[in-house]
């Protein structure tokens, strides 16, 4: 990293804040733009590169300049060809866009500014990759998952301000019949093209999402019902004006059918919109299909049942509302790892106490190391650094935990690997069966190797659990990195459409494991023979259910359950049936943690929007519960990215 090499006091302040700066736009309040843009503009203002761009790659190669940088875009771009290309690619090793340098001042690039290019780059793959989260593969519109929590949030702002939120969901016409007559690649490419054709015509009004197979939803806050059917009649009649070349000498016209609905005139929350957008869409089919239809009018077509056949509509019962336990007055709430006690900034992705040395371990997943840190929060040492292959260097390392005789071990996802380290930073194992010509790790879904190795953990009797994002499964190893088992994490319930994608895992005290899925935001259970008992949690603010969920941890000894157990006898609550208590953070708009018994029933909340009025909200990345029962918290961003949450329970 840049700040490595830096000397000057002064330089390497001014490189952590445009770092912290830009992380803080990729973690918080995340705009694709604003990010790419800002690392364009910070190129030039910090190196000897005048012209910088962003070029996206298709999947046959072809290139296309999609940002350019200030002086960049002042410039004729018909003649210039870059001088210089750094790829960059997602999780799965594709390349996907390039970081393209097209004017060197002076035809001098130091050593530092290669430096510089090579941190944005990372920075760059971090904001794609996090965008890629949010957008669907084949189409580039936003994610099912995306949509859900965007129309909440349109919900939500519209109830609070008084305003209307339209929804637009459109439907191909006989698409059926195109991948039938045509085949199912001629169904992608149409897919595509009705994309674009969508995505052209919304613009800047709406948010675009694949809603389903050939389904598209449209968000359009502040819209009114004329304006929705105006754009949704623009939608439709841009899709039947195009023609789409197959490229096998044949075109292909289409059209479709599009319904909508309008937030609070059509419905009272957000299912009750989704319903009624989609009952208009039915609608429109029905008539004849290639039509627009609102739920207004259907409203309007169907009779007024007489008097006598009106059913009275019973009341909704009311909203359980969870006994609260006093929480927010039992925890002691310490700062343990401060940024002014470090010299060079750090960005965790994970944390493990070995509680034998009690010795803190932090892996940062930018500078590619390991810190260790006393319980007095000061900087013991630290080991790694960024590179590839199987030795002491790491590529994105994304969890840490420790075995029974103090050695390190690291999901070096960049590497599609799992290292073992010692105390002194040698790497005495690395885990993959797949590698390439330079004996370097390959991604791979074969058993014993890797694609995008996320988070391990131990189970009791010491054989190492790996979760796996890309092949969405969890591999069992003994100590000695020999593989023993893999399990598939299935698609099971059609509640929750997303495909799993596990970020955490944990183990309970009786031998069970917890995975965290990020996709469907939810919590599943395994028991000691790997079968899947139970699913907590799913997509809501609600208590109970996660919004942001980035962390999980199982109370291992049993001391922090018995304290909330206590709780839950001295506040006349139920307590919980069987299992270690599970522990869940969440850093998106609703900052807190959540107390799960071992069947995944809910027990509490802690909010630590206000625990810590010096650094404003905490916003948890990750969180580890020691053997005595202490809650440790890593932290997003400065000023304390460690805390230590100590349950004091005291009866009476």
Same mark, same amino acid.
Request: proline fraction near 5%; hydrophobic fraction near 35%.
């Given at each position: 990293?840049?700040?490595?090499?830096?000397? %000057?006091?002064?330089?390497?302040?001014?490189?952590?804040?445009?770092?912290?700066?830009?992380?803080?736009?990729?973690?918080?309040?995340?705009?694709?733009?604003? !990010?790419?843009?800002?690392?364009?503009?910070?190129?030039?203002?910090?190196?000897?590169?005048?012209?910088?761009?962003? &070029?996206?790659?298709?999947?046959?190669?072809?290139?296309?300049?999609?940002?350019? &940088?200030?002086?960049?875009?002042?410039?004729?771009?018909?003649?210039?060809?870059?001088?210089?290309?750094?790829?960059?690619?997602?999780?799965?090793?594709?390349?996907?866009?390039?970081?393209?340098?097209?004017?060197?001042?002076?035809?001098?690039?130091?050593?530092?500014?290669?430096?510089?290019?090579?941190?944005?780059?990372?920075?760059?793959?971090?904001?794609?990759?996090?965008?890629?989260?949010?957008?669907?593969?084949?189409?580039?519109?936003?994610?099912?998952?995306?949509?859900?929590?965007?129309?909440?949030?349109?919900?939500?702002?519209?109830?609070?301000?008084?305003?209307?939120?339209?929804?637009?969901?459109?439907?191909?016409?006989?698409?059926?019949?195109?991948?039938?007559?045509?085949?199912?690649?001629?169904?992608?490419?149409?897919?595509?093209?009705?994309?674009?054709?969508?995505?052209?015509?919304?613009?800047?009004?709406?948010?675009?999402?694949?809603?389903?197979?050939?389904?598209? *939803?449209?968000?359009?806050?502040?819209?009114?019902?004329?304006?929705?059917?105006?754009?949704?009649?623009?939608?439709?009649?841009?899709?039947?004006?195009?023609?789409?070349?197959?490229?096998?000498?044949?075109?292909?016209?289409?059209?479709?059918?599009?319904?909508?609905?309008?937030?609070?005139?059509?419905?009272?929350?957000?299912?009750?919109?989704?319903?009624?957008?989609?009952?208009?869409?039915?609608?429109?089919?029905?008539?004849?299909?290639?039509?627009?239809?609102?739920?207004?009018?259907?409203?309007?077509?169907?009779?007024?049942?007489?008097?006598?056949?009106?059913?009275?509509?019973?009341?909704?019962?009311?909203?359980?509302?969870?006994?609260?336990?006093?929480?927010?007055?039992?925890?002691?709430?310490?700062?343990?790892?401060?940024?002014?006690?470090?010299?060079?900034?750090?960005?965790?992705?994970?944390?493990?106490?070995?509680?034998?040395?009690?010795?803190?371990?932090?892996?940062?997943?930018?500078?590619?190391?390991?810190? $260790?840190?006393?319980?007095?929060?000061?900087?013991?040492?630290?080991?790694?650094?960024?590179?590839?292959?199987?030795?002491?260097?790491?590529?994105?390392?994304?969890?840490?935990?420790?075995?029974?005789?103090?050695? #390190?071990?690291?999901?070096?996802?960049?590497?599609?690997?799992?290292?073992?380290? =010692?105390?002194?930073?040698?790497?005495?194992?690395? #885990?993959?069966?797949?590698?390439?010509?330079?004996?370097?790790?390959?991604?791979?879904?074969?058993?014993?190797?890797?694609?995008?190795?996320?988070?391990?953990?131990?189970?009791?009797?010491?054989?190492?659990?790996?979760?796996?994002?890309?092949?969405?499964?969890?591999?069992?190893?003994?100590?000695?990195?020999?593989?023993? *088992?893999?399990?598939?994490?299935?698609?099971?319930?059609?509640?929750?459409?997303?495909?799993?994608?596990?970020?955490? #895992?944990?183990?309970?005290?009786?031998?069970?494991?917890?995975?965290?899925?990020?996709?469907? %935001?939810?919590?599943?259970?395994?028991?000691?023979?790997?079968?899947?008992?139970?699913?907590?949690?799913?997509?809501?603010?609600?208590?109970?259910?996660?919004?942001?969920?980035?962390?999980?941890?199982?109370?291992?000894?049993?001391?922090?359950?018995?304290?909330?157990? *206590?709780?839950?006898?001295?506040? =006349?609550?139920?307590?919980?049936?069987?299992?270690? !208590?599970?522990? $869940?953070?969440?850093?998106?708009?609703?900052?807190?943690?959540?107390?799960?018994?071992?069947?995944?029933?809910? #027990?509490?909340?802690?909010?630590?929007?206000?625990?810590?009025?010096?650094?404003?909200?905490?916003?948890?990345?990750?969180?580890?519960?020691?053997?005595?029962?202490?809650?440790?918290?890593?932290?997003?961003?400065?000023?304390?990215?460690?805390?230590?949450?100590?349950?004091?329970?005291?009866?009476?």
């Amino acid at each position: 990293m840049l700040y490595d090499s830096q000397d %000057n006091l002064a330089s390497w302040t001014r490189t952590s804040v445009i770092i912290n700066e830009i992380l803080n736009m990729i973690n918080f309040d995340f705009d694709m733009n604003n !990010v790419v843009n800002k690392v364009l503009e910070s190129i030039e203002q910090h190196t000897n590169c005048r012209g910088v761009g962003l &070029s996206e790659v298709g999947f046959r190669g072809e290139k296309e300049l999609k940002f350019l &940088s200030p002086h960049l875009s002042q410039m004729e771009l018909s003649e210039l060809i870059p001088l210089i290309s750094l790829p960059i690619t997602l999780t799965n090793n594709r390349v996907t866009h390039t970081l393209d340098i097209y004017i060197v001042e002076g035809n001098n690039l130091p050593r530092r500014d290669s430096e510089f290019l090579s941190m944005f780059r990372d920075l760059l793959g971090e904001a794609i990759n996090k965008e890629a989260t949010k957008r669907d593969s084949l189409t580039g519109l936003f994610s099912r998952a995306y949509f859900d929590n965007q129309l909440q949030l349109e919900i939500l702002d519209a109830t609070k301000e008084g305003w209307n939120v339209g929804l637009v969901i459109l439907d191909i016409d006989h698409f059926k019949n195109i991948n039938d007559t045509y085949g199912h690649p001629v169904g992608d490419l149409v897919l595509q093209a009705l994309a674009k054709v969508v995505l052209n015509t919304v613009g800047e009004q709406g948010v675009c999402a694949r809603y389903g197979g050939e389904e598209i *939803a449209i968000i359009l806050p502040q819209t009114n019902s004329k304006s929705a059917i105006k754009l949704a009649e623009g939608i439709r009649q841009a899709i039947e004006n195009e023609v789409i070349d197959t490229g096998e000498g044949q075109t292909v016209s289409l059209t479709a059918s599009l319904g909508t609905a309008i937030y609070p005139q059509d419905s009272r929350d957000i299912n009750s919109l989704i319903k009624n957008a989609d009952k208009a869409l039915y609608q429109a089919k029905e008539a004849g299909r290639n039509k627009v239809s609102t739920f207004s009018t259907e409203l309007v077509e169907v009779p007024v049942p007489r008097q006598e056949e009106v059913v009275p509509t019973k009341e909704a019962p009311p909203t359980p509302v969870a006994t609260a336990l006093p929480l927010q007055g039992r925890f002691k709430i310490m700062p343990l790892v401060k940024c002014e006690k470090l010299s060079r900034p750090i960005n965790p992705s994970g944390i493990f106490l070995e509680e034998t040395t009690h010795t803190i371990y932090l892996v940062d997943s930018v500078a590619c190391r390991i810190y $260790s840190f006393n319980m007095n929060g000061e900087l013991i040492t630290r080991i790694g650094g960024k590179g590839e292959g199987r030795g002491s260097r790491m590529n994105h390392p994304t969890s840490i935990t420790c075995d029974r005789e103090g050695n #390190i071990w690291v999901t070096d996802s960049g590497n599609h690997c799992v290292k073992k380290f =010692d105390q002194v930073g040698n790497c005495l194992l690395c #885990i993959s069966d797949t590698l390439d010509e330079m004996e370097n790790p390959l991604p791979s879904p074969r058993k014993g190797s890797f694609n995008l190795p996320y988070s391990l953990t131990f189970e009791r009797d010491g054989n190492l659990l790996v979760v796996e994002r890309i092949n969405r499964r969890v591999q069992r190893f003994d100590p000695q990195g020999n593989f023993l *088992a893999e399990i598939n994490i299935p698609q099971l319930y059609p509640d929750y459409p997303l495909r799993p994608d596990p970020t955490d #895992i944990c183990v309970d005290g009786v031998g069970n494991y917890i995975i965290l899925d990020a996709a469907n %935001n939810c919590l599943i259970k395994f028991d000691r023979n790997d079968k899947i008992t139970a699913r907590i949690g799913r997509f809501g603010t609600e208590l109970g259910d996660f919004s942001g969920l980035s962390g999980i941890d199982a109370d291992p000894s049993g001391m922090l359950t018995r304290d909330l157990m *206590a709780l839950c006898r001295s506040a =006349d609550k139920v307590t919980y049936k069987e299992g270690t !208590v599970l522990v $869940s953070v969440e850093m998106g708009d609703h900052s807190r943690i959540q107390f799960f018994d071992g069947n995944g029933e809910y #027990i509490d909340m802690l909010d630590l929007s206000t625990i810590d009025p010096s650094s404003g909200p905490i916003r948890p990345r990750d969180v580890l519960v020691d053997g005595e029962g202490h809650i440790f918290l890593l932290c997003q961003e400065p000023p304390t990215l460690v805390y230590l949450l100590v349950l004091e329970y005291k009866s009476g």
